[in-house]
């Protein structure tokens, strides 16, 4: 008999196809899937639609829903069993006697039937083996699914299985799903657009919250919507927490701990971090944040951050609010700052408060006692932000793991505080005094210190004696920075030491013997000459970073970083020049540097043998041939119709690259107009469209940016998006953030077949498929506020299509590749030249304000012959990269090139006649200087 799904199925059937392709049950095997995730996120919703679309094709059925609950009553393994049978064989009066004789009595007669058994919410594994056993007790052909928000017993398993995470609805199902259960209909009304768009995004996702919600508000107006939202806010429904809760209630007390910790005080920040400071409050962290990413509590990014479902964090703030409702200086936990400002002035704090964030939403001056901290003797994580404490601090409590306190007021911490518990000193943009702070308080467990820009440290004293467990030590910013303690460069567990921007930074430590050293920046030190020693091997660093510094030449001993992946070299006033002993760093990947080459060198040609580099050097997708005019994207250069005016030229080149896949994107950005010849397909219309073969072929897109009818000379950025459309279906391609450009640019992207293939290759259908590619300026922003829009004045592509041999039609132009509505929504502000961090879905390319991005030219060759890139603006000096930022997947004022199975874009000789003329056309009159970008 089918079960009853859901009131709206919303959602289920797209999960219940993919789960169904993994089950596949027309093979003659015994197939278990086991389907995970957080609690109120569909898993058994999903679970009876699939029993229903299925069940029909076994010989006997059976759901056994809430088996963790249902185990832990008494008897319960005995009822699901006999429950079991009776779905299965339909004798009621079955009774199996204790829990090993049901076990026994399923095995001997279920072992000859093709089943389907459906176990919801299972969480311990004997409540598996005592109902199913193994896959070898039922006949082939069986099924069986598991549903359990502990994905951990399913690795656990003995027996072979697949498993698939339950997620939560996208946008478009979220919505329709909340209209239904709200409005009996799938979309909002009008008057209730704004409220509607709070839910969706108080919910995010997740079906039990969108259900229930939906519910509620249902036949409510709009003054009770508000007042029910606010409520949401501040306290959950209580049978959304009910469901969520179940998980923490699982956890053991430790384990409870670290995920009210994360959740209110440690969500988004770096895994290691918390795992180093939870570990000193003896919480077992590394298994417990385990634990959590295994009930889907928490989750960890490929950034290795933790995350978390927003109604999970909710639900855990819920949690520490009930430990005193009415009097917040007895909770356990001080994150919101109305509790927290209550609890200050009045001096209600007490022994219980564990964590405790003093964080304004705008700056704020509050007047409190020296002294008040003094009652919460337990505290172990003070944050504060925002907030100007007049007068003294005389106390902090000697249990400390994490003061965090950006413009810390005072030179240096209360004399009578004992620091040998704390684990993270952050104190960036203080009046911090490192000789004062440190003269009579050690640190003996101090692992993390953030000074960034603090501007009254003039040097770094010795550390060995205070803090000699230190492994990370960020002095970023610290313009008046001078000398650097000689004994800083023995410290044996430093890992990441930034020095950035240090203007003034001349004394560096004569030697550098850190065992752990990983991460060095120097970037910008521009007083730095020289670099230290390196006596010993130091086989753990990774990063070096000394682009901006004086130095000039490296000391002989840099062949002991014999670890060192990427290096980064060179300045604006004076060219970088690698050592002889390079060829020995066989890890060395990736390199931005400045180098002089002899003016009658032909760069494209003999840049690896010039450079003496390894044989393994990533360089435009080589692999073995250091010879770089025989790779792909090299030929995507040459194929670009470069004037011979055009020398040098100013040009950004980025390679989209992951590390777990070769398949490789290429984006150039030119100064320029006119879409060179090679690309077959041309046209001023905001879309252009062709035909090709039974597999996607390798192509090459051209977008032609046009600031003619701009009359003010303003700066601008733009989101472009591309959607591609084949036989109907449209997908999105790619979108891509352009910043601060001034002239006409030209855009090339080229993408392999393997690529294409694996993203569209599904909506191939025959011999003969139609493609069709759009464009449009979704958002843009000018600096000055002007009003008139970028627009895309041409589209090309270079194809192997399978079109008729004639060109394509050219329409006239129009305004359509700009949103129409939009007004200069303002973008996120300019890049660094080295990017921490890239969050977004929309990749940024070309068009940068930082550096000079530079191609040398050869007007024998069709007027360029060169393959590297520079960064320099006197003409003479080259910048040579095989790759650039290490922190982002795609460059934005750098070079991110490495090996991949890369793409042939053909021959221009073979191409349609073109509809283009490239000849005489010049943005950029020789008498002048084109702008920066």
């Known amino acids: 008999m089918p079960l009853v799904v859901a009131k709206y199925p919303v959602g289920i059937n797209s999960r219940v196809e993919a789960i169904t392709l993994h089950l596949d049950i027309g093979s003659n095997d015994v197939r278990m899937i086991g389907m995970y995730g957080p609690g109120g996120v569909g898993k058994t919703t999903i679970a009876k639609a699939i029993y229903n679309r299925i069940f029909d094709h076994f010989e006997g059925s059976s759901f056994l829903e809430n088996v963790k609950d249902k185990s832990g009553a008494i008897n319960g393994i005995i009822q699901l069993q006999e429950a079991l049978l009776f779905e299965i064989l339909g004798d009621g009066q079955l009774k199996v006697g204790s829990e090993s004789k049901g076990t026994s009595v399923i095995k001997n007669r279920l072992r000859n039937k093709r089943i389907l058994v459906i176990l919801d919410d299972v969480d311990k594994l004997d409540q598996i083996e005592r109902l199913i056993g193994g896959c070898d007790w039922f006949a082939l052909g069986s099924r069986i699914i598991i549903t359990t928000r502990n994905k951990h017993l399913l690795h656990s398993l003995r027996i072979g299985h697949s498993t698939y995470e339950v997620k939560e609805l996208d946008g478009h199902e979220a919505l329709e799903l909340f209209s239904m259960h709200a409005f009996q209909r799938n979309k909002p009304e009008e008057d209730y657009l704004e409220l509607t768009d709070q839910v969706i995004c108080y919910a995010k996702g997740l079906p039990l919250a969108l259900s229930i919600i939906g519910a509620d508000l249902c036949g409510r107006n709009e003054m009770q919507w508000k007042s029910a939202l606010d409520k949401y806010k501040k306290i959950p429904d209580k049978d959304i927490q009910k469901i969520l809760q179940i998980s923490y209630q699982g956890l053991d007390e430790t384990e409870q701990d670290i995920f009210l910790d994360i959740a209110c005080f440690f969500k988004g920040h770096y895994k290691e971090y918390v795992v180093d400071i939870l570990n000193g409050c003896n919480l077992y962290p590394i298994i417990g944040i385990q634990k959590l990413t295994d009930k889907c509590l928490v989750t960890v990014d490929r950034s290795n951050k933790l995350w978390m479902h927003d109604l999970l964090q909710q639900m855990g703030k819920e949690i520490v609010r009930q430990e005193s409702p009415q009097m917040p200086g007895k909770r356990s936990r001080l994150w919101c700052y109305e509790d927290v400002v209550e609890v200050l002035m009045e001096n209600t704090g007490s022994e219980n408060i564990r964590g405790m964030m003093i964080c304004s939403p705008e700056p704020e001056e509050m007047q409190l006692e020296a002294k008040f901290l003094e009652k919460m003797k337990n505290l172990k994580f003070l944050m504060v932000d925002n907030i100007d404490i007049c007068g003294g601090i005389e106390y902090l409590p000697n249990g400390l793991r994490l003061l965090d306190w950006p413009g810390f007021p005072l030179s240096s911490l209360p004399s009578n505080f004992r620091a040998q518990n704390l684990i993270a000193l952050n104190m960036p943009q203080s009046q911090v005094i490192l000789d004062k702070l440190l003269e009579k308080i050690r640190f003996k467990s101090l692992t993390y210190m953030n000074f960034h820009s603090c501007h009254y440290i003039r040097k770094l004293p010795d550390l060995n004696k205070t803090t000699p467990n230190i492994k ?274 030209l855009w090339f992207y080229g993408a392999p077949h393997s690529l294409l293939q694996q993203k569209f290759g599904d909506l191939i259908q025959s011999d003969r498929n139609h493609v069709e590619i759009s464009s449009k300026i979704s958002h843009w922003t000018s600096k000055t506020g002007g009003k008139i829009a970028p627009t895309i004045e041409r589209l090309g592509v270079h194809v192997e299509c399978i079109c008729r041999p004639k060109s394509s039609v050219i329409i006239p132009k129009n305004g359509e590749n700009v949103d129409d509505g939009f007004d200069n929504t303002v973008l996120s502000p300019s890049l660094p030249l080295f990017p921490t961090s890239n969050d977004s879905n929309i990749h940024h390319g070309g068009f940068n304000n930082v550096e000079v991005l530079r191609l040398s030219t050869d007007t024998s060759n069709n007027g360029f012959d060169s393959s590297l890139i520079g960064i320099h603006n006197d003409g003479s000096d080259l910048c040579v990269s095989s790759v650039a930022s290490p922190f982002s997947r795609i460059g934005y004022n750098d070079l991110k090139v490495v090996d991949g199975d890369g793409f042939d874009l053909g021959s221009p000789s073979v191409v349609h006649p073109s509809v283009n003329s490239d000849s005489g056309f010049n943005p950029y009159p020789p008498s002048k200087k084109s702008r920066t970008l």
């Open 472 to 745: 990370e030590l960020n002095l970023r910013g610290c313009k008046n920075l001078m000398e650097v303690h000689e004994s800083i460069g023995q410290l044996d567990k430093l890992e990441k030491w930034d020095l950035t921007d240090c203007i003034e930074l001349q004394i560096l430590p004569s030697c550098l013997t850190m065992k752990s050293l990983k991460h060095l920046s120097l970037y910008r030190c521009t007083k730095v000459e020289k670099f230290p020693n390196m006596p010993q091997e130091m086989e753990g660093l990774k990063y070096l970073n000394l682009c901006g510094t004086a130095i000039k030449v490296l000391p002989p001993s840099f062949a002991n970083l014999i670890g060192l992946h990427q290096l980064f070299l060179g300045s604006d006033f004076h060219s970088g020049h690698l050592p002889s002993s390079i060829y020995k760093l066989q890890h060395l990947c990736e390199i931005y540097l400045y180098v002089k080459f002899p003016k009658d060198v032909e760069i494209g040609r003999q840049f690896g043998r010039i450079l003496e580099l390894p044989p393994n050097m990533r360089c435009l997708g080589v692999k073995e041939d250091i010879l770089m005019d025989s790779q792909p994207s090299i030929r995507l250069l040459h194929q670009i119709d470069f004037p011979c005016w055009l020398s040098p030229s100013e040009f950004s080149v980025a390679e989209n690259y992951d590390e777990d896949d070769t398949r490789c994107e290429y984006e150039i950005v030119v100064p320029r107009y006119e879409i060179p010849k090679w690309f077959n397909h041309q046209s001023v219309e905001s879309s252009i469209s062709f035909w090709i073969g039974p597999e996607f072929p390798t192509f090459a897109l051209c977008l032609a940016f046009c600031l003619d009818q701009l009359t003010d000379k303003d700066t601008y950025s733009c989101v472009c998006v591309f959607h591609i459309s084949i036989n109907g279906h449209k997908r999105l391609l790619l979108q891509r953030l352009f910043r601060d450009f001034q002239y006409d640019h």
